[in-house]
């Protein structure tokens, strides 16, 4: 069995903890292992944060200030994908290594990184925008209801 949903969310802090506590009772439901579940709550968490930030205000006519989440539990992994209408990524504007110590802010990225197992960055084709798209294998807990057979 398999689940996905898919929310459109206000460029609004709030709505952070929103995508994150539903991807958590998504999983404690589905039953994964509850250090996986954390794992990709915090890169979630990190994604949104980036899109409400930085999602900008350029969004096409039409469209409001939002972003959307979509998460797919499948099997063996989870993939999420966090896409905002923003000016997206400018060159080569994307960190691979942590910001020094000092700095305030800049680790999201490199959390998402460090917490999942595959990650891509970018910018979506043809409106524009920024896309982080990232998956971990899920382990399970004993006798999940939605464990992978």
């Known amino acids: 069995m398999s689940i996905w949903w898919s ?3 206000r460029r609004e802090a709030a709505s952070v903890p929103l995508a994150r506590r539903l991807l958590l ?8 292992d509850p250090d996986i579940s954390y794992d990709l709550s915090v890169a979630l968490s990190e994604a949104c944060a980036n899109a409400v930030e930085h999602g900008g205000n350029t969004a096409p006519e039409g469209c409001s200030e939002a972003y959307r989440v979509t998460a797919y539990l499948d099997g063996e992994k989870c993939r999420i994908e966090v896409a ?3 000016p997206g990524f ?3 504007d ?3 290594r942590p910001v020094h110590d000092e700095a305030e802010n800049g680790r999201g990225l490199y959390l998402i990184r460090e917490l999942a197992d595959h990650v891509q960055i ?3 084709p043809g409106l524009g925008g ?3 798209i990232f998956d971990k294998i899920l382990k399970w807990k004993k006798d999940a209801p ?3 057979v």
């Open 146 to 148: 939605l464990m992978a």
């Open 90 to 92: 400018l060159g080569d």
């Open 130 to 132: 920024a896309v982080v």
């Open 25 to 32: 009772g998504t999983m404690e439901t589905a039953g994964v």
């Open 122 to 124: 970018g910018n979506k």
């Open 7 to 9: 929310l459109h969310l």
């Open 84 to 86: 905002d209408s923003g």
């Open 94 to 96: 994307r960190p691979v």
